[in-house]
């Protein structure tokens, strides 16, 4: 439930859900899952490409909700995007009124169920690009270090859920960089280590999209000695290419996994920050982002948003992250070429 004060566009830092209200006004909402309203015939037909919500408000005040989306739009025909509307059991459908990087805007709108679908077509099956993450997970009563590791897209719910089941099993979040580029559904990604690891069940693991209900696929990952440094990838497994890599060692504890990054993220802070205070977007997913690897805090993440421009907003940041050290500078760079990654290769053309 949140309480809006006044007028305003207004980001959930949780869901990454957003409003745009012209009054103050009290709006409950949650997560509902998208299993139990889409129904068979319709799932043959729509692919599920965010969260379903269910939202409750007062009608006539929400000037437009922005509902969350992980397709990557540079690669896609937008026009199979629609809004997903669930009343008495039935499902209408809705266009949006815009698409933004990562949500799709609905002006006007009534509240029930509500949720971002994209069209299946049989030529684009194996062709949707996705924004995705690889969430990392430490077994920490385990004899020996074994990870977990999933490949999900990039929507809140599923990685809410997985986050709470691997607390439940005494694991330990291990924080780490997406992927370089977009995946892409139906297509099957392998993990390879360059050391000698144990890794099972198998493997590959199929790129898919399943409801934050339903048991994530993951690979477990057993390493018998974390005294040298180990280094993992993910390989597409259609030409080969490296989509994710990351490096691991044992650290003070032998028992602690914590991640070394190279120094690209540094070095490219370091050269471009003058543009970078000019032109870097949507600093609240950024910091979002940042708040969720653990490289800021909220007060932190409030003395940036307190400044009163968004060069002074752009600059501090990059002044904070700075002082963190080179690895939080390499996991902001990482977060760029997720969520702009024109800005980056328009400033690494510069090389």
């Not at 006044?6 to 949650?30: H, N, P």
């Not at 205070?277 to 940036?304: F, G, K, P, W, Y």
């Amino acid at each position: 439930r949140a309480h809006l004060p006044g007028a305003g566009i207004f980001q959930c830092s949780i869901t990454g859900l957003s409003f745009k209200v012209k009054s103050e006004v009290t709006i409950t909402y949650r997560y509902a899952t998208w299993a139990t309203h889409l129904s068979k015939a319709d799932q043959i037909t729509w692919m599920p490409v965010g969260p379903l919500f269910r939202i409750e408000v007062q009608p006539g005040v929400v000037q437009a909700v922005y509902l969350p989306h992980f397709i990557c739009l540079a690669e896609v025909d937008t026009s199979l995007c629609s809004i997903a509307h669930f009343t008495s059991g039935q499902m209408t459908l809705e266009s949006p009124t815009r698409l933004v990087a990562f949500s799709a805007v609905l002006e006007n709108p009534s509240f029930s169920l509500l949720g971002v679908l994209w069209r299946k077509l049989r030529s684009t099956l194996n062709s949707l690009p996705v924004h995705s993450l690889v969430l990392i997970f430490q077994q920490l009563r385990a004899a020996n270090t074994t990870l977990h590791l999933y490949l999900i897209p990039d929507d809140n719910s599923v990685k809410q859920a997985i986050e709470k089941q691997e607390k439940d099993w005494n694991s330990k979040f291990i924080p780490k960089p997406p992927p370089f580029k977009p995946l892409y559904f139906g297509c099957s990604y392998q993990v390879i280590s360059t050391k000698s690891v144990v890794i099972m069940p198998e493997a590959q693991l199929p790129f898919c999209y399943r409801s934050k209900k339903e048991q994530q696929l993951f690979v477990e990952i057993y390493i018998r000695n974390m005294a040298d440094e180990i280094e993992l990838l993910v390989i597409d497994t259609r030409d080969g290419s490296v989509v994710w890599k990351a490096s691991l060692r044992s650290g003070r504890n032998s028992s602690t996994v914590t991640w070394v990054w190279c120094l690209l993220g540094a070095a490219f802070m370091k050269k471009h920050k003058t543009e970078l205070c000019c032109r870097m977007r949507q600093l609240s997913t950024i910091l979002l982002h940042l708040r969720d690897a653990n490289v800021i805090n909220s007060d932190e993440e409030e003395e940036v948003q307190g400044q009163g421009t968004s060069h002074r907003r752009n600059k501090v940041l990059l002044e904070l992250v700075e002082k963190k050290g080179l690895e939080a500078q390499e996991q902001l760079y990482q977060i760029l070429q997720q969520k702009d990654p024109y800005l980056i290769t328009d400033l690494e053309k510069t090389l």
